[in-house]
T-cell receptor
């Protein structure tokens, strides 16, 4: 059974800092890995999707990498801003079906 | 496009009552999903559908039923609500199974069962 872990559970940084969020998964047979942002009381917004054949994806200040062999993905946020404060979730899609397995998320606070 | 919408946004039920949550998507997606989100448990898949008229069980299906009579709608039913079903429920949709297809999520329904 796939298990997805995100460390740390919470992170507080000053504005402008570059930061890395970590996601690890136990079964490397994944279809893709997706990073989401969730604001308090809101739904999930997709940030980046990395297919199993890809190593990284970039969108603006965000860069996500995928290393299937080690079971890890990272989300790099450059020049963090207070508006980046949210919970970031990663989810691995299994190859045998349509299920996404989610981590519990990293709650990010960017202080002005 | 409205994307994925959910009704209602909030609901309080008493133990034993029934209700139906409605999910609608206007992106012509084939696949639709129902998840629940609980503190310390993350999001877990309840049921999903791979097309109109189909449904399948996810990770935590007990106590829930679903129907997909129209491609754009996916209904989640609770026949006899229990306090353990207090949660935030999210609907999602996607084009299909290909590795490039993202899942798009609705805003959620916060359900409290007393």
């Amino acid at each position: 059974k796939q298990e997805v872990t995100q460390i740390p559970a919470a992170l507080s940084v000053p504005e402008g800092e570059n930061l890395v969020l970590n996601c690890s998964f136990t079964d490397s047979a994944i279809y893709n890995l997706q990073w989401f942002r969730q604001d308090p009381g809101k739904g999930l917004t997709s940030l980046l999707l990395i297919q199993s054949s890809q190593r990284e994806q970039t969108s603006g200040r965000l860069n996500a990498s995928l290393d299937k062999s080690s079971g890890r993905s990272t989300l790099y946020i450059a020049a963090s801003q207070p508006g980046d404060s949210a919970t970031y979730l990663c989810a691995a899609k299994e190859t045998s079906g349509s299920r996404l397995t989610f981590g519990e998320g990293t709650q990010l606070t960017v202080n002005p | 496009n409205a994307g994925v919408t959910q009704t209602p946004k909030f609901r309080v039920l008493k133990t034993g009552q029934s209700m139906t949550l409605l999910c609608a998507q206007d992106m012509n997606h084939e696949y639709m999903y129902w998840y629940r989100q609980d503190p310390g448990m993350g999001l877990r898949l309840i049921h999903y559908s791979v097309g109109e008229g189909t449904t399948a069980k996810g990770e935590v299906p007990d106590g829930y039923n679903v129907s997909r009579l129209k491609k754009q709608n996916f209904l989640l039913g609770l026949e006899s609500a229990a306090p353990s079903q207090t949660s935030v429920y999210f609907c999602a949709s996607s084009w299909g199974l290909a590795s490039s297809y993202e899942q798009y999520f609705g805003p959620g329904t916060r359900l409290t069962v007393t």
